[in-house]
Nanobody, 125 residues
Framework: QVQLVESGGGLVQPGGSLRLSCAAS????????IGWFRQAPGKEREGVSY????????YYADSVKGRFTISIDKANNTVLLQMNSLKPEDTAVYLC??????????????????WGQGTQVTVSS
């Protein structure tokens, strides 16, 4: 059974850091691509970052490039999202999702197969 469980969210001041985790079970991260998305109240789900199977290639939204880093912890079958220099506009529920297809449209939510339940990130002073 495929399952994704996000953790690591919380309240942080502007300029602070958080590390989100997406623990995968029912499959290994060598077999799927993983995307991180976020959704703020009243807004559409937005692609944040993406890593291809096994961690070969990664992509970032322009809004987070240079501040966020996606990686794979193979020992724990977990995808990590290190978020630095956080801004109030980063506030959202962050979700991870699996994608078995390929192609460069990684930021389109409809292309993903399984989703986690999300973790709340709030950036506020």
């Amino acid at each position: 059974q495929v399952q994704l469980v996000e953790s690591g969210g919380g309240l942080v001041q502007p300029g602070g850091s958080l590390r989100l985790s997406c623990a995968a079970s029912g499959f290994t991260l060598d077999t799927v691509n993983i995307g991180w998305f976020r959704q703020a109240p009243g807004k559409e789900r937005e692609g944040v970052s993406y890593i291809t199977r096994g961690g070969r290639t990664s992509y970032y939204a322009d809004s987070v490039k240079g501040r966020f880093t996606i990686s794979i912890d193979k020992a724990n079958n977990t995808v990590l999202l290190q978020m630095n220099s956080l801004k109030p506009e980063d506030t959202a529920v962050y979700l991870c999702a699996t994608r078995t297809g390929i192609g460069r449209s990684w930021y389109i939510p409809g292309l993903y197969d399984y989703w986690g339940q999300g973790t709340q990130v709030t950036v506020s002073s």
